[in-house]
T-cell receptor, first 113, second 115 residues
Framework: AQSVSQHNHHVILSEAASLELGCNYS??????LFWYVQYPGQHLQLLLK??????LVKGIKGFEAEFIKSKFSFNLRKPSVQWSDTAEYFC???????????FGGGTRVLVKP | GAGVSQSPSNKVTEKGKDVELRCDPI?????LYWYRQSLGQGLEFLIY????????KSGLPSDRFSAERTGGSVSTLTIQRTQQEDSAVYLC?????????????FGPGTRLLVL
């Protein structure tokens, strides 16, 4: 069965610092990749997604992610975080021929003002 | 437009009781998913409906869990004889496959507490 790993469970950083969250998955076939964000008290929202083409994808709120097939990774980045980026971030993978999403364990990000 | 809605937003029940959770997907979305978000297990897939096809029930944790989708729209997740380990946030998502691309949009969830 496929699995998704997010190596950092908690990240604390100051405003204007750069953020990078790691995500690795175990499935060897073609995949679709997603990052979702859950702000405090809110529901899961899509940040960005990768299906094909340019492995560097840009999402909302200045986030981007890079798909590196050889490393089975889809790391999320933001050059300069804001206090409002405090949230929990989830990486998710779907087999291209499948349906369900397999989620990583999530990373809680706290941005100190 | 309106997103995925779920009701109730919170549910407290006693062990052994049955509960029903409702999901209204985004209008026109043909696929509907249920997931569970719990402290110990993270986000787990439960069940998937697509059009008139037989649902994929592979994620249901026990036969106490069942779900149906009426008229290809609203879905109800039923948990019979609830147990304390059923306490979690139950999330519904819907999607539309367009040009081979599918993105799931999530509702706010139902927070279930079994006492």
């Amino acid at each position: 069965a496929q699995s998704v790993s997010q190596h950092n469970h908690h990240v604390i950083l100051s405003e204007a610092a750069s953020l990078e969250l790691g995500c690795n998955y175990s499935y060897g076939g073609t995949v679709n990749l997603f990052w979702y964000v859950q702000y405090p008290g809110q529901h899961l929202q899509l940040l960005l997604k990768y299906f094909s083409g340019d492995p560097l994808v840009k999402g909302i709120k200045g986030f981007e992610a890079e798909f590196i097939k050889s490393k089975f990774s889809f790391n999320l980045r933001k050059p300069s975080v804001q206090w409002s980026d405090t949230a929990e971030y989830f990486c998710a993978v779907k087999k291209a021929a499948g349906n369900k999403l397999t989620f990583g364990g999530g990373t809680r990000v706290l941005v100190k003002p | 437009g309106a997103g995925v809605s779920q009701s109730p937003s919170n549910k407290v029940t006693e062990k052994g009781k049955d509960v029903e959770l409702r999901c209204d997907p985004i209008s026109g979305h043909t696929a509907l998913y249920w997931y569970r978000q719990s402290l110990g297990q993270g986000l787990e897939f439960l069940i998937y409906f697509q059009g008139n096809s037989a649902p994929d029930k592979s994620g249901l944790p026990s036969d106490r869990f069942s779900a149906e989708r009426t008229g290809g729209s609203v879905s109800t997740l039923t948990i019979q004889r609830t147990q304390q380990e059923d306490s979690a946030v139950y999330l519904c998502a819907s999607s539309l496959i367009y040009s081979g691309v599918e993105t799931q949009y999530f509702g706010p969830g139902t927070r279930l507490l079994v006492l």
